[in-house]
């Protein structure tokens, strides 16, 4: 990979200029690294609604309690003592990488296990076991709950984990799922819900659409998709996506104020030629021009950007994410008759859009965008070029969803928004260059 990218941040202002393309590759970029090892470590712990559970005898979600088992027990005034507890438990050396911070006056926990115990697991759900586990025999510590006790703190903190396999009801989150969750190997870092990206990076779109595409692309290494030829194909898409070149923010200025899905093609169209990535090729009667590509994946970054660019441009005037869909499917189109060169990941965004439309809000109506994610059954064909744009959308919406981010991935935002690999990653990605 010969290729040399300038890195923007999401506001234009050039970060580093002539930088390799391997530099922003999840094998080599030290952000990267740290993104996924924090990403692993990382885990909310809901104190305020563990101490709710207590007080009302309620576990395991879905209205259900159990009355005569309540426990009154004071979690929050105790946070201190409690986190205090947990990291000692956690620890495996004095003076390791574990931590256990307070936020929220009390109500939330920012737990990081050690990076020994991620080391020895075969599955990254190590952080949300042993930091569950640490917090339960905290509190049993703590409030010196005897055996009759100990079963609601467990069921209080694991929620229906053993009962079922997932931790519904529980008052541990991560931005991972677990690991039966996923539709296939390599799914676990892109079943991360657009939601949780929103609030995360505090609707920032460029940055939303960044950590979307940084996990989306880390996937595609992890499932073998970027081997060979096709590491760089991926990595093209991804710099475009995280305003390599400050397209993104160039094209999305451009076309702010007016512009539409259509101007925005145009766009992405007169810079490609202008670039030379495109030329134009046989000319028909008609006047119509196909067009050829010189560099099929410089062509196809070009279209992971302009796609993305398009969706800001159209869900940021609606002020909603329910375009996002049609946005991903008619960008394609209109790009693909406008040059008859394939549109983005050669039709793979375009059909990852037409079952989204039907599922998101057709006459299935499952579920507004900001439930979807990379592992989707919906939405798992694109190779990582489609979610970012999801993300993007659910950053831009003004309250449209019926599933709000603040409804869904309030505890998350909290948490990793505190973590500025999480936040602002397209800094982070250029210092660590």
Not at 180 to 197: I, K, S, T
Not at 323 to 339: C, F, I, P, R
Not at 384 to 395: D, L, N, R, T, Y
Request: one cysteine or more.
């Amino acid at each position: 990979m010969s290729d040399k990218i300038d890195l923007y941040s999401d506001r234009g202002v050039l970060l580093k200029s002539d930088v390799d393309l391997k530099e922003i590759s999840p094998l080599k970029n030290a952000a990267m690294k740290k993104l996924i090892n924090l990403t692993k470590r990382t885990v909310a712990v809901n104190l305020a609604g563990i101490e709710q559970g207590f007080k009302k005898g309620k576990v395991g979600g879905k209205g259900r309690a159990i009355k005569g088992r309540e426990l009154n027990y004071d979690v929050v005034a105790n946070a201190d003592a409690i986190a205090a507890k947990i990291k000692a438990l956690l620890q495996v050396e004095k003076g390791d990488d574990t931590v256990v911070q307070v936020l929220g006056g009390g109500k939330q926990l920012l737990v990081q296990i050690p990076t020994a115990r991620v080391d020895v697991a075969s599955e990254f759900v190590v952080g949300m076991t042993a930091a569950a586990a640490a917090t339960v025999e905290a509190l049993i510590q703590q409030f010196k709950a005897g055996y009759a006790e100990a079963p609601m703190v467990h069921a209080t903190v694991w929620g229906q984990y053993p009962q079922t396999v997932g931790m519904d009801g529980g008052n541990i989150a991560s931005v991972l799922n677990i690991p039966q969750n996923d539709e296939g190997l390599g799914f676990a870092l892109r079943n991360v819900m657009a939601n949780h990206l929103a609030v995360i990076t505090k609707r920032n779109a460029m940055n939303a659409a960044a950590l979307s595409a940084i996990y989306e692309q880390i996937g595609e290494f992890e499932m073998g998709n970027a081997m060979g030829i096709f590491e760089r194909h991926q990595l093209l898409g991804l710099g475009c996506q995280i305003n390599a070149n400050n397209m993104l923010y160039e094209t999305v200025k451009k076309n702010g104020k007016t512009g539409t899905i259509g101007t925005v093609v145009h766009s992405i169209v007169e810079r490609a030629i202008e670039d030379k990535v495109i030329k134009a090729g046989k000319k028909f009667p008609s006047g119509f021009t196909m067009y050829e590509a010189n560099d099929v994946s410089m062509w196809n970054a070009y279209n992971a950007g302009g796609v993305l660019a398009a969706t800001m441009v159209n869900c940021g005037a609606l002020r909603g994410a329910q375009a996002v869909s049609s946005t991903l499917l008619y960008y394609n189109d209109l790009v693909e008759k406008e040059t008859a060169l394939p549109g983005c990941d050669f039709g793979r965004v375009m059909g990852t859009a037409v079952g989204f439309s039907f599922f998101s809000h057709s006459i299935y109506g499952g579920g507004g965008p900001g439930v979807f994610n990379g592992n989707h059954v919906v939405t798992r064909h694109s190779r990582g070029f489609a979610i970012p744009c999801v993300a993007a959308a659910v950053a831009l919406d003004a309250g449209t969803q019926m599933f709000t981010p603040e409804m869904t991935s309030s505890l998350v935002g909290a948490i990793y928004g505190e973590i500025k690999e999480f936040r602002e990653p397209i800094v982070s990605v250029a210092e660590a260059v």
